[in-house]
Structure formats: structure tokens, C-alpha cells
């Protein structure tokens, strides 16, 4: 007897090809493996740290050496920090112009297509490689609105450098968990962005994070301040060439989205399955300000990622959208948490993930709605979808509503593949491939139309889905 | 002489262990329609997804030739090149893909050579239009929030596009109402010519009204019992299967 199972026309892999090319190792300085006083004190000498980022970082290994790694999620046994190298810096100093990119390195960016995109359709683009940020530049008109689009190391010491001060780890704190500590003790790279009151700036501003190096750590740190009534989009891209040994990525994104400003913050994190992705992310939002999350989870073997809105401000919104594809060897725990804290806020959760040849993708979404968030509402809905049977989803809500005065919704799917919108759609003339193919891409499609144009291209390349846009 | 299309021989087919086809014979060549006539459970739907190949039908005896070649155990999606299509029963809502790009692919994947797209979306529209199908729905996503009737029109809109040799239609008039059943008659009557075939499905002699029937077989716990011309389906719209056993 013939069945869809017996013939071997699973939906293709991930086409990791353009991701896996790798730079000869070729450092410019690296820190010994490990985590020790002197590793912490060395990175803060490195990067001539003001005082108080030095002393910040040695109390955050203070708090990283008296926590636990976490037991209640997926596996971080093959994480060996004794193992990890927790700083490289490339052989360059960070440049603005392109061309002064050592030509390795612009190549790697090359094939990644960031710099064609920032010709085409970004407003600015930073581009870490390791441990530092390589590139940074943002269009003069843009600059002359009063943005600020820069690196974390240049914003400490900046005009800025007071604003960053005040913010650096105050949403997302060394003791929340030991990656947090760790990220704080050895944080290096990353971006600040301040757009101030009333500035819309209309085409994104990109950072993309690549990790070249084996057995490496990424702690790049992202804030954000998106002042009264201004708009930003900010994209984050990431990607790795696969190794045999772990890699770490624990970096922090610190969004703070003022009175009536709106802020929308998207990913497509593509690490390489050697890549324990331990990121975490947390937005603060004021009145009437509006918090979108769009979130494309595609690549590592062990991902823990919840961001986290807090709604301070009476009337304020988030809204999360995000996609989770776990293929094999990967075990991807992913979801969002909320925060109402304030009368008339709103939150919507709407996330999809597939899982096949053996991945884990589990949900897990926490929302608090506080005594005092009369009025507030909430909805989270999860669909989850099984490409065979080796294959697992989980879904995993909590909810803490402490107010009568709500509006609360949930929704779950957990569903395989339709054989039956298979034979639909090969009735058609579709091999059984393309139909599955079409049909993981329509469950994705409402997620895809949320991200950037380049990312659904790269999203759809990435899913190898020869679907929907493909033709015609 | 007419070529032949279709040759069902000693067809038996069982799903999750049941037998349903217990030898069925059936001959279909071009420019014929064909109607199947027969009660609830005879096996009706069952020679339409075995013509197709559903992998969940078992074929344990007998074969099925098309244009002379056996495909008894092609694969649905080369039966589908090859030029058989099946308007169905209840079509499956799929989200995200829209009819649009459903019906591109399919085109594609049928004729299996680029997809002269102006062409098409004129042809599209005009189908459409003639289908009394709203132009909005060419966006929505396959038959997602369609009625019943809508999803038939939108079947006979694929087999209007996709131009196959052989249609079956399986229970296209169930659930639809007058006018609809006309305007989907009117749409089996344009696809039909002196090159193709019909086998339609059917306990309803409206949608035959528009058609030129010239053969109509009774199916019955398996097996085709009975082989007329049009005047069967009139005789049993008016008495039913019953007077047609008491006759015997």
C-alpha cells in the first residue's frame, strides 16, 4: 500500500548554503576560553570602559557565579562555558564607509546581501562581526532628523553617554538569570538608536550580527529609546557558518518606547545548529505608546527566547508576531510575555511554529495583567504544526489576570500536515513535495507578510518554499 | 470509432480493510459523458479518489489504462498531468494560498511550461465572470470561508482552467441551489467537446439538463449493474432505485 509517509518527498531542508561559509579565523585580539575575573577585567581594559561599566561588569560575574543555569526548559548540558571564547575582536576598527571593511569580512556581508540592502531600502546599517561592530552608518537625512544610530562602545562615551547610563540593564538586569548575568560581565558590540520626539523615520534602520569564529560567544547589546510620539522600525538579522563545537549567543535588547511613540522590532535570527541562542529582550512602553514585535526563529539547536513588553503607560499596545521552524537536532522554546500594568492596555500574541525531521519547537507565553490594568485586554493565539511523526510541538500558556475588569482570550492548534490537502493539491498536478511545500507556506504566509520585504524573500529561501510570490 | 480514454477492468479497491469496488468495469472514450447513478454507499466516491490514486485506497485487483497506458499505480500528481481531474465532493479549505496562485501553479504543474500570465489572468476573469464567481475570490485563500455552493463553482473554475482530458465530477450539483446548479451546468457544458470526457457523479438530473449523456451506469454495492442511455436517470429521478430493483 502506497501512503505519503513511505515516499521520501519531505519539505526541503533549510538551504543553510549562503550561511555556512566560513572566514579563516583571522582575529585581530581573542580572549582566553572561559570566564574568570581577569577575562572580565581584560574585555573592560580592552575597550577602555569608563569606570562605572567596569565595575558594572565585575558585580554582573559576581551575580553570574551564585546562579544556576536553568533546568526548566531545553538541555544546555552541551554548554560548557569553560569552553567558550567570550571575546574576538576582528582586525579592524569599526568603519563607515564600506570600503574600508577588510575585504574578507565585506564579503561575508556581501553574500548576505547587507549592503545591497542598505543602498535599497534601509535608513542605516550596523554590522557586528564577532565581538565588535565593523560598520555603522546612517543616511545623512536621517542624522540630520536628530537620530542617533551608532554602537553600544561609541554611545558610552558619546553625547549620549549620560541617556545610556541611565538605561544600559535597567529593563533587563544581571540577576534575571545567569545569561543575563553573564551578558552583563562580558557584553561587547551592539546597537544604541535614539530618535527623538515627534520623528518618524520612515525606512528601517538594520543591524546584523555575525559570528564567525568556533566555540565563540555573541553578547552584543541593543537599546533602543524611541522618544514622546516618534516612530521607528528597527530590523535585527543574525546568522552563523556551522561548527562542531557550541556556540553561544546571549545578547540583550533593551527597548524603551515613550508616550505615544511607536516602535516595531524585527528579527530573523538564522544561527547554525551549533548555536545556543539565549537571548533575551524586553520593551518598557508608555501611554498610548506601541510596542510590534515580528519574530522569524529559523536556525540554532537550542533557542530560549520569550521577548517581554511591559505596558506601563494607561492605553499602551503590543502586538507579537512570530514563526518558529525546528527541523532536525533542534529543540527551539520560543514565545512572548506581557506585562499590563496600566488601565486599557492591550496585548496580541499570534505566533506559528513547524516543526519537522525531529525538531522541538515548544510555546511558552506569559501574560500578567495587574489589580490596577482595568479595562485591559489580551489575546494569544498558537498554532503549531507537525510535518511527521518524529517530530514535536508543545504549547505551553500562562496566564496571571488579577482583575475582574478584563478581556482575556486563548487559542491553541496543534495540528500535522492534511493528507488530505495533500491529495487536493496534487489532484492538481503538484508533486507531493510542492504540496507540502505550498501548504507550510500558506500556514507561514501570515507571518511572512508581517516581515521586511528582504526577510520574506529570505524567509522563503530559507524554508525553500516554491510557492505563493514565486511565480508570476 | 472513437479512441478510448478510460479502461477500468475488475477494478476491486478496499479502504482501511472494507472492500467498496468488488470488480467494477467501466469504459469511457472521448467526447462521451458519462453518468454514475447509484445509492448512498456504493461506492460511488470511491471509483472517483481510485481514478485519482488517493493513497488511502487500496487497489487489490484489477487496473486502470488511461490513453492505453496502466496507472494503476501512478502517483496522483502525474495522473493529474496526464490529464484526469476530479471536481470534489467536499474541496479541502487550505490558508495562506491564495486561488489565484493555487490556480497558477496548478496550470504550471499541468502543462508543465511557463505560464503565459497575462493570458491567464484574462482567461481567469472571464471564466470567472462567466462562473458568476466574485472577482474578490481570485485573492482569497482556497476555498477558506466559502459556501458550499462557491466551492463548486470554484472546482468547475479549475477544470474550466486546467482543461483536462478526463472530469470527473463528483456530487457537483449537491447543496446548491437552481440557479447555481445552472450556471455550473453551463460551465461542465463549455469545457465539454468532441476531445474530452465527462463522468459525473450525481443524484440530480438538473445538472444533467444542459448535457448530452450517453451513457448512465447504475453502481451498486460495488459493481456497475446496469448500463442505458439518458432515459435511466428520468426513470429514476422520477421512481427511484427501488422501482428500478423491482423492475428486475
Known amino acids: 500500500m502506497r501512503s505519503f509517509e513511505e515516499e521520501k518527498t519531505d519539505i526541503a531542508e533549510i538551504d543553510r548554503s549562503v550561511y555556512d561559509i566560513k572566514d579563516k579565523v583571522d582575529a585581530g585580539y581573542t580572549v582566553q576560553n572561559g570566564l574568570t575575573r581577569e577575562i572580565v577585567e581584560e574585555i573592560s581594559r580592552t575597550k577602555n570602559d569608563p569606570e562605572w561599566m567596569r565595575e558594572f561588569r565585575l558585580k554582573a560575574l559576581e551575580i553570574y557565579n551564585g546562579l544556576d543555569v536553568p533546568t526548566w526548559g531545553p538541555d544546555l548540558s552541551g554548554l560548557n562555558m569553560e569552553d567558550i571564547t567570550t571575546y574576538i575582536r576582528p582586525k579592524t576598527d569599526m568603519q563607515m564607509d564600506w570600503d574600508d571593511v577588510p575585504d574578507y569580512i565585506k564579503n561575508t556581508f556581501d553574500r548576505l546581501g547587507i549592503p545591497e540592502a542598505e543602498k535599497s531600502s534601509l535608513a542605516g546599517v550596523g554590522a557586528q562581526y564577532d565581538s565588535e561592530v565593523v560598520y555603522h552608518n546612517v543616511r545623512e537625512e536621517v542624522a540630520a532628523q536628530g537620530v542617533v544610530y551608532t554602537d553600544m562602545e561609541s554611545a558610552l562615551t558619546g553625547e549620549y553617554a549620560d541617556m545610556v547610563k541611565e538605561h544600559f540593564m535597567k529593563l533587563l538586569k544581571p540577576g534575571d538569570h545567569k545569561f543575563n548575568a553573564l551578558h552583563g560581565a562580558v557584553w561587547s558590540g551592539g546597537s544604541f538608536v535614539y530618535v527623538p520626539p515627534g520623528v518618524h523615520v520612515d525606512i528601517p534602520l538594520q543591524s546584523y550580527f555575525r559570528l564567525n569564529a568556533p566555540g565563540a560567544g555573541q553578547f552584543e547589546h541593543t537599546l533602543i529609546i524611541v522618544d514622546k510620539g516618534a516612530y521607528l522600525h528597527f530590523i535585527e538579522g543574525c546568522s552563523a557558518p556551522k561548527y562542531n563545537v557550541a556556540n553561544l549567543h546571549a545578547g540583550c535588547v533593551e527597548l524603551y518606547v515613550q508616550e505615544g511613540a511607536r516602535l516595531r522590532y524585527s528579527t530573523i535570527e538564522n544561527w547554525s545548529k551549533n548555536m545556543y541562542n539565549l537571548n533575551s529582550k524586553r520593551a518598557m512602553v508608555q501611554k498610548d505608546g506601541i510596542m510590534e514585535w515580528v519574530s522569524g526563529s529559523f536556525g540554532s539547536h537550542t533557542s530560549y527566547l520569550y521577548p517581554m513588553s511591559i505596558l506601563k503607560g494607561e492605553n499602551s499596545r503590543m502586538e507579537f508576531t512570530g514563526i518558529t521552524f525546528a527541523g532536525n537536532g533542534q529543540n527551539l522554546d520560543t514565545g512572548a510575555k506581557v506585562v499590563h500594568a496600566a488601565p486599557n492596555t492591550k496585548s496580541h500574541i499570534s505566533t506559528k511554529s513547524i516543526s519537522r525531521d525531529g525538531g522541538v519547537s515548544t510555546f511558552r507565553s506569559s501574560v500578567s495583567i495587574l489589580p490596577q490594568a482595568k479595562g485591559s485586554k489580551t489575546a494569544t493565539s498558537c498554532e503549531s504544526l507537525m510535518l511527521d511523526s518524529r517530530s514535536r510541538s508543545d504549547t505551553i500558556p500562562v496566564m496571571d489576570i488579577q482583575t475582574d475588569d478584563a478581556d482575556v482570550g486563548h487559542e491553541a492548534k496543534i495540528g500535522r500536515i492534511s493528507n488530505e490537502a495533500i491529495f487536493y493539491l496534487m489532484s492538481r498536478g503538484l508533486s507531493e513535495e510542492d504540496a507540502k511545500a505550498m501548504i507550510v507556506g500558506g500556514f507561514a504566509e501570515p507571518i511572512a507578510k508581517e516581515l521586511p520585504m528582504e526577510y520574506a524573500v529570505e524567509m522563503n529561501n530559507l524554508i525553500h518554499l516554491e510557492m505563493i510570490g514565486s511565480i508570476g | ?248
Open chain 2, 1 to 248: 470509432m472513437k479512441s478510448g480514454l478510460l479502461n477500468i477492468s475488475d477494478l476491486k479497491v478496499s479502504v482501511e480493510g472494507n472492500n467498496i469496488l468488488k470488480g467494477l468495469n467501466l469504459t469511457i472514450n472521448k467526447g462521451e459523458t458519462h453518468v454514475i447513478l447509484g445509492p448512498n454507499g456504493a461506492g460511488k466516491s470511491t471509483l472517483a479518489y481510485s481514478v485519482l490514486g488517493h493513497p488511502d485506497y487500496q487497489v487489490d485487483g484489477g487496473k486502470i489504462v488511461f490513453e492505453g497506458e496502466d496507472i494503476t499505480d501512478e502517483s496522483t500528481d502525474k495522473r493529474a498531468k496526464k490529464g484526469i481531474f476530479l471536481s470534489f465532493q467536499n474541496p479541502e479549505e487550505i490558508n495562506g494560498i491564495t486561488m489565484v496562485n493555487f490556480l497558477k501553479t496548478a496550470k504550471k504543474a499541468v502543462s508543465d511550461k511557463p505560464l503565459p500570465v497575462l493570458k491567464f489572468h484574462k482567461e481567469m476573469n472571464q471564466k470567472m465572470d462567466a462562473l458568476s464567481i466574485n472577482p474578490d475570490y481570485a485573492e482569497r485563500y482556497i476555498n477558506v470561508g466559502f459556501s458550499g455552493g462557491e466551492k463548486k463553482k470554484a472546482e468547475i473554475l479549475q477544470m474550466l482552467m486546467l482543461n483536462p482530458k478526463l472530469a470527473i465530477l463528483d456530487e457537483t450539483d449537491s447543496g446548491l441551489d437552481v440557479d447555481a446548479v445552472k450556471i455550473v451546468s453551463l460551465g461542465v457544458k463549455e469545457y465539454k467537446n468532441e476531445e474530452n470526457a465527462l463522468l459525473i457523479i450525481t443524484h440530480n438530473a438538473r445538472i444533467l439538463d444542459e448535457l448530452d449523456v450517453d451513457y448512465v451506469h447504475i453502481l451498486e454495492n460495488g459493481k456497475i449493474v446496469r448500463t442505458a442511455g439518458r432515459e435511466l436517470v428520468d426513470f429514476i429521478s422520477k421512481n427511484g432505485f427501488t422501482a428500478l430493483e423491482n423492475q428486475e
